[in-house]
């Protein structure tokens, strides 16, 4: 059971990219799946969140109008699609899925992925 990250890389200002996490060896029903990132010294933040269940959605206000997260049922896998990133975006990335309390209260974090955005 974990999540695979996949998307990060180097990019300049204003640039795109695009993170997935997908689930392995468990699907993702009526979770909430997270980005966080995290750069050194700093704690992790949360970035954007959705619910498998709803489609309900969250971004930070840094975030908003930049990014946009979504879920593939098909794939069981969950976007965060980047765009005009900033050097301020600069971080490790990770995937994070909880599920409700009554459902066992199940949480997962995925290896982090780095994502580097040149001025």
């Known amino acids: 059971v974990q999540l695979v990250e996949s998307g990060g890389g180097l990019v300049q200002t204003g640039g795109s990219l695009r993170l997935s996490c997908a689930a392995a060896?468990?699907?993702?029903?009526?979770?909430?799946i997270g980005w966080f990132r995290q750069a050194p010294g700093k704690e992790r933040e949360s970035v954007s969140c959705i619910s498998s269940s709803d489609g309900t959605t969250y971004y930070a206000e840094s975030v908003k109008g930049r990014f946009t997260i979504s879920f593939d049922n098909a794939k069981n896998t969950v976007y965060l699609q980047m765009n005009s990133l900033k050097p301020e975006d600069t971080d490790v990335y990770y995937c994070?899925?909880?599920?409700?309390?009554?459902?066992?209260?199940?949480?997962?974090w995925g290896q982090g992925t780095q994502v580097t955005v040149s001025s």
């Open positions: 060896g468990f699907i993702f029903e009526n979770y909430a």
């Open positions: 994070n899925a909880r599920s409700p309390v009554l459902d066992g209260g199940f949480v997962y």
